[in-house]
């Protein structure tokens, strides 16, 4: 049975994920990392991770990026694999995970949903066969707590279109400054915050007398959480190394 500890485990994310673990008999939560230490339905929470003292087979991260920064060393030091599923990470931040993937496995991913995923597959595919002759705009949508905008998986939707079209677009995420005709080579990025979405995606394809539009709507937090305790137990027992969701789909 796979050990799993979980950072971020006071949060909303980190309830639904108890939650779920808690019917399954292939992993169990032994921990959770928050902000105080106490204990939430018999698990032991530490606010240093260093209280762990190396227990659990994987950490599963939903937190923010100061307490990913943090978890980072400890991660290094008792090679402990980890899941991050937080997003708005610095590019230095970034940098030092690419750095932790030398030698501990490290599964990294905006969106955890395997359905989000599909549509990445589907967008590559309609830019391959459409080019760069149709506008492409994304609209992302989430509940009015969410900080970082736009959403990490409406980049990772931009960045799979524009990897497809060789790097042919740039991204405009705000209009309202400027008043000209849309560039062609533009990728609009536009975010919505209200009640309690809880993640809604939707990419645009406008050509000339048509559009086509690929769409995901999340209903239950459980997509995000379902893949990322897939994740955790695809990266226990891995070689160092940095993964992500395409990686646990091309093993299903």
Do not use: W
């Not at 050990?3 to 980190?14: H, K, P, S, T």
């Not at 959770?32 to 003292?53: F, K, R, T």
Request: aromatic share 6%; glycine share 10%.
């Amino acid at each position: 049975m796979t050990e799993l500890v979980i950072q971020g485990i006071g949060g909303r994310m980190g309830h639904v994920l108890c939650d779920l673990i808690a019917q399954r008999s292939d992993c169990r939560v032994i921990a959770g990392i928050d902000l105080q230490s106490g204990e939430q339905n018999g698990i032991p929470v530490y606010a240093d991770p260093n209280e762990l003292a190396g227990r659990g087979d994987v950490i599963i991260d939903f937190s923010s990026p100061a307490a990913v920064e943090k978890i980072l060393p400890y991660c290094e030091a008792h090679k402990t694999p980890i899941v991050l599923c937080t997003t708005g990470m610095s590019d230095e931040l970034n940098l030092k995970i690419v750095q932790l993937s030398r030698s501990v496995p490290v599964f990294k991913s905006a969106n955890m949903s395997l359905g989000i995923n599909l549509l990445i597959e589907l967008c590559k595919r309609a830019s391959a066969i459409l080019g760069t002759a149709y506008d492409v705009e994304i609209v992302e949508q989430h509940h009015h707590n969410k900080v970082d905008a736009p959403s990490g998986t409406a980049l990772m939707l931009a960045d799979a279109v524009n990897e497809q079209a060789g790097g042919a677009y740039h991204y405009v995420y705000d209009r309202a400054s400027v008043r000209e005709k849309r560039d062609p080579m533009e990728l609009g990025i536009s975010s919505v915050r209200g009640g309690s979405i809880v993640g809604d995606h939707e990419v645009l394809f406008c050509g000339p007398d048509e559009v086509i539009t690929l769409k995901h709507t999340a209903y239950s937090r459980s997509v995000f959480a379902n893949g990322a305790i897939n994740a955790a137990l695809y990266l226990a027992g891995r070689e160092p190394g940095l993964y992500n969701m395409s990686d646990l789909i091309a093993e299903r």
